[in-house]
């Protein structure tokens, strides 16, 4: 069988939906689940629809009104107006209509998680409609009811032994008979809420259905031919790997790396899947291969994260930073869901470089400046070299103002003012 993911760019109107079946075409006499994305840039637009909700602006059904343009006229591109899935996704809308009549719920997190789901359900509702047409068999397939999750709206932590239960016992059977399309990103709890499982999580749902029916292999298909050393669409000269070990790709993800989700690469490692990246608009070529097979990455791999901001905390008595302050912090750090990209610590101070989201960033300064004084930059990118070499790192910052720079044996970063 074979487990494949289309992220938001191959989906993202009507001639990738179309590009996306001929992939599959040629798939089908294989089993076969599919995982889809919210189409194109509909993740981002349902996020400033949560924002607006929640901030009971006067945009709301503005803004609402745009997403389900974008969506009609898609499938006005591929179906005839008889077709059934324009009742199915209009019935999937309903559920925002629903809410956001009522007054926002107490928990922003879970409004958000509420709201952005919608754009997978979507999406593979169109995906569905689209390859039954086309005269590949399938179903859709609801992810919320599959993999469950704990309450930590927007960082749903997977329950694994149900998750794999639930799994195992309904999908081989389904797959026997027809193609399978699911969602990425989404997953359900006990009391049938939806969850997501981290910004661009759709990479995370795929190896979470390999590793629950020890899958072959895993692929994902992008808008770029396999994983570079650096992004090939900021920097010159860049190298593709054909192949990377498990562990280089888990430190790649983890500094930012925006071809793979960060939570991907644990469970196929776990159990021994590889992972193929290939390019969607030329799937013949062969792509990146990440796989059990250990060797020493011998090129820098270059990884930049924008939109950060960088933090400093320190006592308002100018006493000592200790191992007490510290764990305040990091506990403030995980209540509001932020993943730390960069740390350092002075006798004074405590710095941090974190993605910069208003709403959350706000709530955390509030939080952090009852006890201590708290100072950031905003407007800065960091800058992370693996297998750095000291010209490369010298050419990469020339002429650039360094706010904060870390080295150590294998990997360097640079917080940059941009």
Not at 135 to 160: C, F, H, P
Not at 197 to 206: F, I, M, P, V
Not at 213 to 232: E, M, Q, R
Request: glycine share 4%.
């Amino acid at each position: 069988m074979q487990v494949f993911k289309f992220g938001g760019a191959s989906v993202k109107d009507a001639a990738a939906i179309k590009n996306l079946s001929l992939i599959v075409q040629n798939y089908q006499k294989e089993e076969l689940l599919i995982v889809v994305s919210a189409m194109g840039k509909t993740t981002n637009a349902l996020e400033k629809l949560t924002a607006a909700y929640i901030n009971k602006t006067d945009e709301v059904h503005a803004v609402f009104t745009g997403i389900k343009t974008f969506h009609h006229q898609i499938m006005a591109e591929l179906f005839a107006p008889s077709n059934p899935v324009f009742d199915e996704v209009e019935n999937t809308f309903v559920e925002i209509d629903w809410l956001i009549e009522e007054e926002p719920h107490d928990d922003p997190h879970f409004i958000y998680d509420q709201i952005v789901s919608i754009g997978e359900l979507v999406s593979s509702r169109i995906v569905t409609a689209y390859l039954n047409q086309t005269g590949v068999k399938s179903r859709w397939l609801d992810a919320r009811g599959l993999i469950q999750t704990d309450n930590t709206y927007r960082e749903g932590l997977v329950d694994w032994e149900l998750t794999r239960k639930n799994i195992s016992e309904t999908v081989p059977q389904l797959l026997q008979n027809e193609v399978l399309v699911t969602q990425g990103f989404l997953g359900g709890t006990s009391e049938n809420y939806t969850t997501t499982l981290g910004r661009e999580g759709s990479d995370y749902t795929a190896a979470i259905f390999a590793s629950c029916l020890n899958a072959p292999s895993v692929t994902i298909w992008k808008d770029v031919a396999g994983v570079f050393n650096a992004d090939p669409k900021r920097f010159e000269n860049v190298l593709k790997f054909e192949q990377l070990p498990y562990s280089e790709a888990v430190e790649m993800s983890y500094y930012g790396a925006s071809i793979i989700h960060p939570k991907t690469i644990q469970p196929l490692q776990n159990a021994g899947i590889p992972l193929f990246v290939k390019p969607f608009l030329t799937p013949k070529e062969s792509g990146t291969v990440i796989n059990a097979e250990e060797f020493l990455v011998k090129v820098p791999v270059i990884i930049v994260k924008t939109n950060q901001v960088l933090v400093s905390v320190s006592s308002k008595d100018h006493a000592f930073i200790t191992e007490n302050h510290l764990s305040e912090i990091f506990k403030t750090l995980a209540g509001f869901h932020f993943k730390v990209n960069l740390m350092q610590n002075s006798a004074l101070s405590f710095t941090f470089c974190v993605d910069f989201e208003a709403a959350r960033f706000k709530q955390l300064q509030q939080k952090l400046k009852q006890d201590f004084k708290f100072r950031y930059n905003l407007e800065v990118e960091l800058l992370t070299v693996r297998h750095y070499e000291t010209p490369l790192l010298q050419e990469l910052s020339a002429g650039k103002t360094i706010l904060l720079e870390q080295l150590s044996r294998n990997t360097a970063q640079l917080v940059i003012k941009v």
